[in-house]
Structure formats: C-alpha cells, structure tokens
C-alpha cells in the first residue's frame, strides 16, 4: 500500500483526487488541508487528514509528511489571487514542501505545474499572468535539481467537465482543454507506475486511455 | 581597466555607483538603463549606456553584458512595488541577468540583495514584506549555484544620509542603517578586491574604513 500525501487536498483536482486514490487497490490518501472544517469531506472517503498552512515552516509540512510514501503537490493560489500569494504559494510554498519531503525521506513527488512553464512562456505571457509562470517555472526547476522521483504534469486549459477517462500526453502537445477529473486520473495512474517516474510532460483531452497513455511516457 | 555593468544603474546606489565607478582609476562603467532619456546623467560621468529592459530576453541582457568584466546586480522593483513585479524583476530579472553573464562569457558577478534573506527571514517577515524576501532569497540562491565569482551584499537600511566611508561587514552584523552612499562604496570596493569573491555579507554604518571591511571579508 502506497501512502499518499495530497497537497492541496481542497482544491478541485485535489478533491478528485483523494476520492480516486481512495478508489484504487494500491494508494491510500492522506489529505492536507488547511481548515479543520474541511476535513469530513476528505474522511468520509475514508481517506486521513492533517491540517497544515504553506505558509507555516518545512519543519510543519515536514511532519504532514511523514511516514507517506509520495507527495502531490496541487496546491496553488491560481493566476487570479493577489500577486505576493504567487510567489509565497506557488513558488515557495512548492519549495518547502520538496524540503519536506526530502526531509521526511520520501522518495516520489509529483508535481502538478501550468502547461508551460519554460523561459520562453514567462516572456510571452501577458504581464498578469507571467508571475504566475514565473513562480512555477521556478518550482519546476528546483524540484528537477533535487534527487526525488519526481513527475511533473503540465496540464491544459483546466474545465470542470466530466473526464473522459481518455487523454493526450506528451513533452509537447497542442494546447487545449482537459477536465480537471482526468488530471485526477492521470495523477492517480503516475502514482501507479514507475514508468513516471522522472518523466515531465503536458497532457490534454485526448483518444488514449490514460492508463496507455502513462505508460508510454 | 575592469568594465562594469551596471543592472539598475539609475536607482539611488546604482548612480553613486557609477559615480564611484568612473572616479576609480581600475574601473570604467556601462549603465544599463531603462530608458533612453535616464542616459545624459551617466554621459556626463563618462560611462557608457545601454537601454534594456529586465523584463526583456536573456539574449538581449546578455547583449549588454557582452565585453564587460563584472556585472553587478542593483536593480530593484523595491519592497513596495506591485507583488507582480517582484517576482519578475527581483527574482525572475535577477537570473537571467546571472544566465546573461554566463552567456556573455563574463566570471564577476556582484548582487546587492537585502538584509536578510534567508529560510528563516522568509517566515518570519510580515505578510507584505515576505514576497520580497522570497524573491530576494531564491536569486541568491541561484546565484551561489552558479559557478561564477560572486559577492552577495546583504545592506542594512538604506538611508538617503552622506556616507561616512566607514561600515560593520560580516557574515551576520545587528541590523542597522546604511547609506546608500556607502553601500556603492562598499559594491566598488568589492570590485577592487578579490576577497570579495565567493563572499556573503551583512554590511550597516560602522567604524572601520570600508577598504580594510572588504579586505577582511
């Protein structure tokens, strides 16, 4: 059984994402949130909970990730919060949570980042959303410096649409939709197979089955 | 003859700087500037400009770095600029003017960053202010990754006061004030001095000539 420390828990990929790991033979879920009134919502899919604030030390997530298995990050403050949340959440609050991990001697991380995140999307962005680019290119960056297991997801255009359980992944994909519940699914299959592991990749709505479509990463 | 680029030149130390800069006899200066119509003060000191942007490509600062000894990092968009800007000029126009050095072949690379900028510094820093050491903490970073000879200048509070020409400079001194005057000292000083290189300091207002502060870095 594979212990699961969800970052993010309570935003809209990390809400699927509990229930699928909860669904799953192998993974077992582990629910960080940061309000305690969020937790029944996590524990009545059977799933722990342990409330943590990024912005509290590595030392705390570092506790949260104790005795897990792998790490998921999927917390974010958005490209429409307030820009100091940027740089505190999607960026340093990334960071110590590598820390954490490595702290915590977890191997595996998987990191949901913004479907491009290189030097050349930071320059093209409008100017309201390249700190937000900025801030994960950076995260993206530490986290391949490190020595974890990683797999960095760069998902599309996020919908809220009913997943297909079908996508298209690839380092380089045309961009276009892809409903939050299929990055669920993907994340959930990248957890399940090591062929991940080390892989970074973009992924959008598709015609491969996401279990294929991981395991020729 | 050492020349110098100078990244944020028309800030309040980068223009003593420069002064300071073409008053020594080892040294000449190249202001990288904004705009066109900031250029006439330096002319009149007899340093070269350029005009680029920090928001501009890694290829274009390396442009202006091109043929100079030493880059030295002063650009700012301060502690109370818009949050957005502080990750893409404090942070985000911080390494690719380090990617530009390299680029350009150039080994010396001086960054005035803040007084604090470590782990620790980032917890504990009010909400406003935290951004901003974030950002100043991950280009230090960067920077001490990087295989170039670097000094890292962590000035107290910088005042708008005449320099004494006399300073405390340490790994870790009691926060103090500074004047702006003498942190541009302190940045030629170190340019002057290979001690200087692979070298971190906290520098505020103190009694030992800035020279023999330097020296025994």
């Excluded at 290189?118 to 530490?142: C, M």
């Excluded at 996508?167 to 197979?193: F, H, K, S, Y």
Aim: hydrophobic share 40%.
């Amino acid at each position: 059984m594979m212990n699961v420390l969800v970052v993010g828990a309570n935003g809209q990929i990390g809400k699927h994402l509990v229930s699928f790991i909860e669904d799953s033979d192998n993974l077992k879920a582990k629910a960080m949130i940061r309000k305690q009134e969020q937790a029944s919502y996590f524990e009545d899919l059977g799933a722990q909970t342990t409330v943590v604030d990024l912005e509290d030390e590595i030392e705390t997530i570092a506790k949260a990730a104790e005795g897990v298995d792998a790490v998921v990050f999927t917390a974010g403050s958005g490209p429409h919060t307030g820009k100091d949340k940027t740089i505190l959440i999607d960026l340093d609050g990334a960071v110590k949570t590598i820390k954490a991990a490595e702290k915590a001697g977890v191997k595996r991380f998987v990191m949901i980042s913004s479907f491009d995140t290189t030097r050349e999307a930071i320059q093209e962005a409008p100017s309201s959303f390249a700190p937000y680019v900025a801030a994960k290119h950076y995260a993206d960056e530490w986290l391949k410096s490190t020595d974890l297991e990683y797999t960095i997801i760069h998902p599309g255009i996020l919908t809220n649409e009913e997943g297909s359980g079908q996508v298209q992944a690839a380092g380089e994909v045309a961009r276009g939709e892809v409903p939050r519940e299929d990055v669920a699914r993907v994340i959930t299959a990248c957890l399940e197979n090591d062929a991940a592991i080390g892989k970074e990749f973009q992924v959008v709505a598709g015609t491969t089955s996401i279990k294929d479509a991981v395991q020729s990463l």
